[in-house]
């Protein structure tokens, strides 16, 4: 048995011969029929692997696209099972909801089925708990490997847990076990880096945030609305004006949970937003000119960041510093990423990273192998960085 609040595989006991349902995320990219980014799909493979080789019937429950409770061929299943098979390296039937309990019970130990979109049912995002009763007598256990749809009440990812003996994949499992490193349990001091366009879209995240780390390290767009909030002239940069007042109150709640907020003090701006611009330079945020916009943290902040680094042993990093689409503004980005990178190395830094442009940027420096653990998750990451209950990872720990 482990000692954590869920169940894992380790805690299934036999499963020769037992019908396991495994919600996946195999949402993945299509690109003409190919599979352009396999990521997910290699996510599952410790668990459909481990389950295989036990000797399970593995039925792998999943949803593709949004098709709003209607059957969609262009969001079919079947179009991920061969790209699928391909990954996993062993064969991989496809199976409609119409002929599932047959093709269930045909199945010997050790194979492995896809059943057809979720999402084709209606119910399935109403948590419909006449479709949980329905899905449910297709398996003996329930597995959800799923993180990234965790924060999601629906059938597959929540429902069946409250039927059926339920546990977390090996996915999900590394997933928690990060995380609770990161902010569950962490070892202090602890930095956390937000970055992003606006304010508004982590506006939680930074209210819950400053009572958990000892360092707030904001970048992006939205630390333009906090050095407005102090009384800095920002130009033309991207900024929520009418948010100042937020940022104050967040300014106050962290004084008064002994949070340092940090924030970009040389800054690098430009006349116009463009790939290497003529009118590119460095200065001091006191001293941005009016037709100006602040697109990256300065070299001199990013140092004194990665100095503070050196300090924490832990980090929780969601987007980027500045508009590192386009160069040079990836600069700082990549330079703290790199700091991060090398400090975990090292062993003195637990690193968690997560969100869909995180992930992009810490490839782009060549980081994200280097990290502690890189999240894949966008919304259900965010929704844990507000410290809200996941539904999917709340009925796993019942």
């Known amino acids: 048995m482990t000692d954590r609040a869920f169940k894992t595989l380790d805690d299934m006991g036999d499963v020769h011969g037992k019908r396991v349902l495994v919600r996946e995320d195999l949402n993945v990219p299509m690109n003409d029929g190919a599979v352009s980014d396999d990521t997910r799909l290699r996510a599952t493979l410790p668990t459909i692997t481990e389950l295989a080789d036990r000797g399970a019937i593995v039925l792998i429950l999943a949803h593709f696209g949004r098709p709003k409770g209607m059957r969609d061929a262009t969001m079919s299943l079947a179009l991920v099972t061969r790209p699928y098979e391909a990954v ?47 899905i449910a007598e297709l398996g003996d256990f329930y597995v959800n ?17 409250h039927v059926l003996p339920a546990f977390a994949g090996r996915a999900m499992e590394a997933e928690l076990d990060a995380l609770d490193k990161a902010l569950g349990n962490p070892e202090h001091p602890v930095a956390a880096v937000v970055g992003g366009a606006k304010v508004s879209s982590k506006l939680d995240v930074l209210k819950h945030l400053v009572t958990k780390v000892d360092h707030l390290i904001i ?8 050095l407005a909030a102090r009384g800095v002239n920002v130009g033309k940069s991207l900024c929520e004006h009418d948010l ?47 037709d100006e916009m602040i697109l990256d943290v300065g070299p001199a902040a990013v140092e004194a960041l990665g100095d503070v680094l050196k300090n924490c ?75 809200k209950d996941l539904p999917g990872v709340a009925a796993l720990t019942r």
């Open 219 to 226: 970048g992006g767009g939205m630390a333009n609305t906090f």
């Open 244 to 290: 100042t007042g937020t940022a104050e109150e967040i300014f106050d709640a962290a004084e008064r949970a002994n949070c340092t907020i940090h924030l970009p003090y040389d800054v690098v701006v430009s006349k116009e937003f463009a790939a290497n611009p003529p009118s590119l330079r460095t200065c001091n945020v006191h001293e941005v000119a009016a």
């Open 88 to 134: 996993l390296g062993r064969p991989v039937r496809f199976v409609d909801w119409d002929g599932a309990a047959e093709a269930a019970a045909m199945m010997q130990p050790g194979d492995v089925a896809i059943i057809e979109n979720t999402r084709f049912f209606a119910g399935e995002e109403k948590n419909d708990p006449d479709l949980v009763a329905k």
């Open 145 to 161: 490997d799923a993180f990234s749809a965790a924060h999601r009440a629906h059938v597959s990812t929540e429902g069946l847990a």
């Open 313 to 387: 042993r832990t980090l929780v990093w969601n987007g980027p510093l500045g508009a590192f689409e386009t160069p040079p503004f990836d600069a700082a980005t990549v330079a703290l990423a790199r700091t991060a990178a090398a400090l975990t190395r090292d062993g003195s830094l637990v690193s968690v990273a997560g969100g869909g442009d995180t992930v992009a940027a810490l490839n782009q420096a060549g980081a994200g192998d280097d990290f502690t653990f890189v999240s894949t998750a966008g919304g259900a990451f965010l929704e844990w960085m507000e410290g």
